[in-house]
T-cell receptor
Framework: KAGVTQTPRYLIKTRGQQVTLSCSPI?????VSWYQQTPGQGLQFLFE???????NKGNFPGRFSGRQFSNSRSEMNVSTLELGDSALYLC????????????FGQGTRLTVV | GQQVMQIPQYQHVQEGEDFTTYCNSS?????IQWYKQRPGGHPVFLIQ?????EVKKQKRLTFQFGEAKKNSSLHITATQTTDVGTYFC?????????????FGQGTRLTINP
């Protein structure tokens, strides 16, 4: 069974630009969650999607948004990038809810310069 | 909102010594999960505890869930170099919180061979 796939693995963007990250969950998993990981803040919850609906959202500004498609693939978008957005963005998929075992992708390392 | 605190932040041990990390939640949890993240890798699910006072073992790893379901611990007996990494606990809320996991800051374990 293929794992969670995130693309791209690495990204360098300039301050003020926008970026879109992609996540393909494990086949059959319908819940996709996104996390931001930084050395100082640990794993911070961004949002969770299920059946194309956002069910929960973390405490991030509106520049961070996401969506889920009918095939459960998910994208997250960050607009007007700031230096502080540099982080590892992790996607995790679960069968129904993240309140059970979550399977993480390798992450996208975003660097904002 | 729900907070999960994890201590210590760092732990360095000699190979063969024991290691323990502790997790405390500000609210009662429906379950707690533990993840391990190797350097440069992504979090990998270790175990989930659901019942009050539950204790589970995986070889040299012992996981406990407190009676009040607000704290948990992970104990590693006789550490090996393969145990190096960051250990995260993640709290799952009740029905309302089923759509997200709240992660602790993690405990980074380094081992002197």
């Amino acid at each position: 069974k293929a794992g969670v796939t995130q693309t791209p693995r690495y990204l360098i963007k300039t301050r003020g630009q926008q970026v879109t990250l992609s996540c393909s969950p494990i086949s059959g998993h319908r819940s996709v969650s996104w996390y931001q990981q930084t050395p100082g803040q640990g794993l911070q919850f961004l949002f969770e999607y299920f059946s194309e609906t956002q069910r929960n959202k973390g405490n991030f500004p509106g520049r961070f948004s996401g969506r889920q498609f009918s095939n459960s693939r998910s994208e997250m978008n960050v607009s007007t990038l700031e230096l502080g957005d540099s982080a590892l963005y992790l996607c995790a998929s679960s069968v129904f809810v993240p309140n059970t075992e979550a399977f993480f992708g390798q992450g996208t390392r975003l660097t904002v310069v | 909102g729900q907070q999960v605190m994890q201590i210590p932040q760092y732990q360095h041990v000699q190979e063969g010594e024991d290691f323990t990390t502790y997790c405390n939640s500000s609210t009662t949890l429906s379950n707690i999960q533990w993840y391990k993240q190797r350097p440069g890798g992504h979090p990998v699910f270790l175990i989930q505890l659901v019942k009050s006072g539950e204790v589970k073992k995986q070889k040299r790893l012992t996981f406990q869930f407190g009676e009040a379901k607000k704290n948990s611990s992970l104990h590693i007996t006789a550490t090996q170099t393969t145990d190096v990494g960051t250990y995260f606990c993640a709290g799952g809320g009740g029905i309302q919180g089923a759509q997200k996991l709240v992660f602790g800051q993690g405990t980074r374990l380094t081992i002197n061979p």
